[in-house]
């Protein structure tokens, strides 16, 4: 099963948007299940480091608890956050917090990826335009926020769509869904 996280809260906004093309790329053999993340009930992680070295979160079960099942579950990850101050979403932050131990083990030592091996995939959008985006306070800083992440887990990243100026992007709206389209095909080949 392929997990794809919308992070976007907006329904038809351009990271949506995309999210669903790539979707549609993958092979139909490949089930998604699909996550909107703006819907999920995530108590926010207390630090209280009682999830390490390698257990569950012991809050309340809850939303985080049951995705990060699906994360361990997975057999790719797909990603969608719009850029919030060179940032992902709240909501997707508070997701993944919560989710260090499906990502990461921390027993003795250096942390060791829990998801190794496993492909990815990004995407991205900001109102920056072209080359602005690329500042680390526009969708450079999301990207690079979401990699530590994946890194983190050994996922391998497949492929970012880092969409800038996102309030024009029904001008390119065809080419970008064809190439999220595609990358959802090449994501596919890659399991």
């Keep these: 099963m392929i997990l794809a996280l919308n992070a976007s809260p907006r329904s038809n906004g351009v990271t949506t948007t995309l999210l669903r093309a790539v979707v549609e790329g993958i092979d139909a053999s490949e089930p998604v299940q699909w996550v909107d993340v703006n819907g999920l009930h995530v108590h926010p992680c207390l630090g209280c480091l009682r999830c390490r070295p390698d257990r569950v979160c012991v809050l309340p079960r809850d939303d985080g608890h049951r995705i990060g099942e699906m994360i361990a579950d997975a057999t790719a990850l797909v990603i969608g956050s719009p850029c919030y101050w060179?940032?992902?979403?709240?909501?997707?932050?508070?997701?993944?917090?919560?989710?260090?131990?499906?990502?990461?083990?921390?027993?003795?030592?250096?942390?060791?990826?829990?998801?190794?091996?496993?492909?990815?995939?990004?995407?991205?959008?900001?109102?920056?335009?072209?080359?602005?985006?690329?500042?680390?306070?526009?969708?450079?800083?999301?990207?690079?926020?979401?990699?530590?992440?994946?890194?983190?887990?050994?996922?391998?990243?497949?492929?970012?769509?880092?969409?800038?100026?996102?309030?024009?992007?029904?001008?390119?709206?065809?080419?970008?869904?064809?190439?999220?389209r595609r990358s959802g095909a090449a994501l596919t080949r890659d399991l």
Excluded at 127 to 146: E, I, K, M, Y
């Design 86 to 180: 060179g940032n992902m979403t709240g909501p997707l932050k508070t997701l993944l917090d919560r989710n260090v131990p499906v990502f990461e083990y921390l027993g003795e030592g250096l942390p060791k990826p829990r998801q190794k091996g496993k492909p990815a995939l990004l995407v991205v959008a900001s109102n920056a335009p072209s080359p602005w985006h690329l500042l680390p306070w526009q969708s450079r800083g999301t990207v690079r926020v979401v990699k530590t992440v994946l890194r983190a887990g050994g996922y391998r990243l497949h492929r970012v769509i880092n969409v800038p100026n996102a309030r024009r992007f029904e001008e390119r709206r065809s080419r970008l869904e064809a190439e999220a």
